[in-house]
């Protein structure tokens, strides 16, 4: 089976931004928690479709189910949620802070096959699962192909022609 992957050239770029506005932030804030709560990330996302559905898989882990948004407006899937820094430990005790916090939000502009109002949304074991089911007359038909010389009508066999020479 062969796997599709979107290629983006900039990922790199916005990882090395994210980390680089971390480090200013972090060096020239006066109010360090600030600093830590602030940044936004892109969860990554898996999409594939079958001949029923369209399915997202949204990697969310550390939200509340409380704070994920899905919403669909205008043919477009827009999922906003929040990762809220803990403050149980006191700031100073850290050594090092790689998971991002903060807010994000990602769209998806939904293809006319998509029936908008047949959405289910499932979060499990820190991934989203969005599945959007596709319309019924965008759904694959099966078309009996007959073999032979008869030919069918509404599934009736029609009578061969019979022809005699004189």
Same mark, same amino acid.
């Given at each position: 089976?062969?796997?599709?992957?979107?290629?983006?050239?900039?990922?790199? *770029?916005?990882?090395?931004?994210?980390?680089?506005?971390?480090? !200013? =932030?972090?060096? !020239?804030?006066?109010?360090?928690?600030?600093?830590?709560?602030?940044?936004? *990330?892109?969860?990554?996302?898996?999409?594939?479709?079958?001949?029923?559905?369209?399915?997202?898989?949204?990697?969310?882990?550390?939200?509340?189910?409380?704070?994920?948004?899905?919403?669909?407006? =205008? =043919?477009?899937?827009?999922?906003?949620?929040?990762?809220? !820094?803990?403050?149980?430990?006191?700031?100073?005790?850290?050594?090092?802070?790689?998971?991002?916090?903060?807010? *994000?939000?990602?769209? !998806?502009?939904?293809? =006319?096959?998509?029936?908008?109002?047949?959405?289910?949304?499932?979060?499990?074991?820190?991934?989203?699962?969005?599945?959007?089911?596709?319309?019924?007359?965008?759904?694959?038909?099966?078309?009996?192909?007959?073999?032979?010389?008869?030919?069918?009508?509404?599934?009736?066999?029609?009578?061969?022609?019979?022809?005699?020479?004189?």
């Amino acid at each position: 089976m062969t796997v599709l992957t979107r290629w983006d050239p900039y990922r790199e *770029f916005s990882s090395v931004q994210d980390r680089l506005n971390r480090l !200013f =932030n972090a060096s !020239f804030s006066e109010g360090r928690d600030e600093s830590l709560a602030t940044s936004s *990330f892109a969860p990554a996302v898996d999409v594939y479709e079958d001949e029923h559905d369209v399915t997202l898989k949204i990697e969310v882990p550390g939200i509340d189910e409380k704070d994920i948004d899905v919403r669909i407006e =205008n =043919n477009t899937l827009t999922v906003h949620g929040e990762r809220k !820094f803990e403050k149980e430990e006191k700031e100073e005790n850290y050594r090092r802070i790689e998971r991002q916090y903060g807010s *994000f939000t990602r769209t !998806f502009t939904l293809p =006319n096959t998509v029936d908008t109002e047949s959405v289910s949304a499932n979060y499990e074991k820190g991934v989203l699962k969005v599945k959007l089911a596709k319309k019924a007359e965008a759904k694959p038909k099966q078309i009996k192909v007959n073999v032979g010389g008869e030919k069918t009508l509404e599934g009736k066999p029609q009578p061969k022609s019979t022809s005699q020479a004189a």
